[in-house]
Structures are given as C-alpha cells and as structure tokens.
C-alpha cells in the first residue's frame, strides 16, 4: 500500500463517517444566517460562516485533509442516505460507500417511569440541535406538561436561568427511565442530522418522536403529523399536540442488532479479502435500512 498524499492505491481500510467534520468546517450543513446548505465544501461557500478568515483557513485545510482521507479509503461506512449522497458529492466514489445505520444498544426495555408525565429533550445542549425550537414549540402548543432536558451543552445555563429541568448526561438505564416517563420526545435539530439515534431510542421505547426533516432523520422517522418541514416553527408546535395525542408509537423495522452487525462484518471482510478496491453490493446489501 502507498501513503497518504502519493495519489495511488486507496489504504487497505475501512472508516465510518459519524457526522460533517469531513463535509463542513462549521455547523452542520446549517449556515451562519440559518439556512440550511446545500453546497459542497468550498473555499468561497464556507467563507461566509466564518468571522475570522484566518481561523477559517486552519479549519478549511483540516477539512479538506479529512475528505481527503476518506477519498482514500477502501470502504466507508455512513449512517443514512443523506451522509451517503453528501459525501458522494464531496467527490467519494458510491460505489465505495455502504449505508449501515446503527442500532439501538444499552436500553432496559423493562423499565418504569422514572418521573410523572413530561416532555423529553435528550442530546447536546446546543442552537444546531434545536433546544431553542424546541422550548418555543413547547410554549406554543399549550400543554400542561414540563419540558425535561437530558444532556449538557452551550445551551444549558440559560434553560436552567428559565426554569426547565435540565439532568445532565446519563446512562442508558436511567434514560430509559425517563424515555417512558416522557409522553413524546423533541427533535427540531437546525443541522442537518447525519442520522439521530435519540430518535431511534425513543421509538424503540414506544415513545413518539416529533422531529424536524433534518438530513437522515425521514430514513427511520415514520413521518405523518409528527414531523414538521425543517425551520417550520407552527409545524413544530402542531407536531407537539399530535405527538402527545397519538400516545404509544411503534419502533420501525429494519434496524435490527443482528443483521446489521452482519452487514458491517460483510464490508470489513470484503475489504480485507480483497487486494483490489470493489463494489460494497448492491442497494439491497450497502444501501437498504
């Protein structure tokens, strides 16, 4: 095998790509003025979501050397759809790439109510992961119920200046407490979310997710009046009642432990039988959730 920046063979590897650090320097694929971008990386489109262009350079060229590697690799693992179609216009081959979304893992799918009735908000504390949407849309919609926030984040002090209850970070036991205390679960994220296994958590918990469109989350979302168009804040609040009112949701099918491990165990054995960069299978073995 060559090494990196010689511009022969790919590595003889196999890299999952979690999220945009190999996409976008900055938010997402959320911009500085709220848009959501559909541009791919570059010098004058990322330009105007820096303040600093000198730090904007240092975080441009790390991207590009990121995206780069991933040019290189054999195989590359994504989460949804959405990262497969951005990394594939990032200049990543698709038929190198494999769709494997993760599973659900570490939940006590026995577990009681931990609280009385309440709303969840479960990830980083953060504008980009919609916390902010989500206190609106949970003013809006009138309920007599608490907004409870699970994780920790820029955003935190100020929910708990406003009065929300706001635990931290927290093991899967627990959060599974809390998942089936909660009537409904928040998820307007303003990025654009590679996958959202919160999301994922909760339906498998029965709980029903009101979400933003938001990158991958439509892949595993059963959609209906419970997912609002991305940045539709009436939408959102709309979503809020219908999530309370369905009351238990049913977990979607495909994302089983077991057969999802197979499919990874498929690719890294495909990559190391093989001396030669190949096709990942077609869309019912790379692609399918």
């Given at each position: 095998?060559?090494?990196?920046?010689?511009?022969?063979?790919?590595?003889?590897?196999?890299?999952?790509?979690?999220?945009?650090?190999?996409?976008?320097?900055?938010?997402?694929?959320?911009?500085?003025?709220?848009?959501?971008?559909?541009?791919?990386?570059?010098?004058?489109?990322?330009?105007?979501?820096?303040?600093?262009?000198?730090?904007?350079?240092?975080?441009?060229?790390?991207?590009?050397?990121?995206?780069?590697?991933?040019?290189?690799?054999?195989?590359?693992?994504?989460?949804?759809?959405?990262?497969?179609?951005?990394?594939?216009?990032?200049?990543?081959?698709?038929w190198r790439m494999a769709v494997i979304p993760p599973?659900?893992?570490?939940?006590?799918?026995?577990?009681?109510?931990?609280?009385?009735?309440?709303?969840?908000?479960?990830?980083?504390?953060?504008?980009?992961?919609?916390?902010?949407?989500?206190?609106?849309?949970?003013?809006?919609?009138?309920?007599?119920?608490?907004?409870?926030?699970?994780?920790?984040?820029?955003?935190?002090?100020?929910?708990?200046?406003?009065?929300?209850?706001?635990?931290?970070?927290?093991?899967?036991?627990?959060?599974?407490?809390?998942?089936?205390?909660?009537?409904?679960?928040?998820?307007?994220?303003?990025?654009?979310?590679?996958?959202?296994?919160?999301?994922?958590?909760?339906?498998?918990?029965?709980?029903?997710?009101?979400?933003?469109?938001?990158?991958?989350?439509?892949?595993?979302?059963?959609?209906?009046?419970?997912?609002?168009?991305?940045?539709?804040?009436?939408?959102?609040?709309?979503?809020?009642?219908?999530?309370?009112?369905?009351?238990?949701?049913?977990?979607?099918?495909?994302?089983?432990?077991?057969?999802?491990?197979?499919?990874?165990?498929?690719?890294?054995?495909?990559?190391?039988?093989?001396?030669?960069?190949?096709?990942?299978?077609?869309?019912?073995?790379?692609?399918?959730?």
């Amino acid at each position: 095998m060559t090494g990196p920046g010689t511009g022969q063979a790919p590595y003889l590897s196999v890299i999952t790509v979690q999220d945009h650090r190999y996409l976008c320097p900055t938010r997402g694929k959320w911009t500085a003025d709220g848009r959501v971008c559909a541009e791919p990386l570059g010098a004058d489109v990322c330009r105007g979501c820096f303040e600093e262009q000198a730090y904007l350079r240092g975080v441009y060229a790390l991207t590009q050397e990121r995206l780069a590697a991933v040019r290189r690799m054999r195989a590359v693992v994504v989460l949804s759809r959405y990262m497969k179609r951005e990394l594939a216009g990032a200049g990543v081959p698709g038929w190198r790439m494999a769709v494997i979304p993760p599973f659900v893992h570490g939940l006590d799918r026995g577990a009681s109510p931990e609280r009385g009735p309440c709303l969840l908000f479960a990830g980083r504390l953060a504008a980009s992961k919609g916390v902010h949407d989500a206190v609106a849309a949970w003013r809006a919609s009138g309920l007599d119920l608490p907004l409870v926030f699970v994780g920790t984040g820029s955003a935190r002090a100020a929910l708990e200046s406003e009065g929300h209850e706001v635990l931290g970070w927290v093991d899967h036991v627990r959060l599974s407490r809390l998942y089936r205390a909660a009537l409904a679960v928040l998820m307007p994220p303003r990025w654009q979310e590679p996958f959202g296994i919160v999301g994922l958590e909760a339906l498998t918990l029965g709980r029903p997710v009101l979400a933003w469109e938001s990158g991958g989350i439509a892949e595993w979302h059963p959609g209906g009046p419970t997912l609002a168009a991305w940045g539709d804040e009436a939408g959102l609040a709309r979503a809020v009642v219908a999530a309370v009112a369905q009351g238990r949701a049913e977990p979607p099918g495909g994302f089983e432990r077991e057969a999802l491990m197979a499919r990874l165990l498929a690719v890294y054995r495909s990559v190391a039988g093989s001396a030669r960069p190949g096709r990942l299978g077609s869309p019912r073995g790379s692609d399918r959730i």
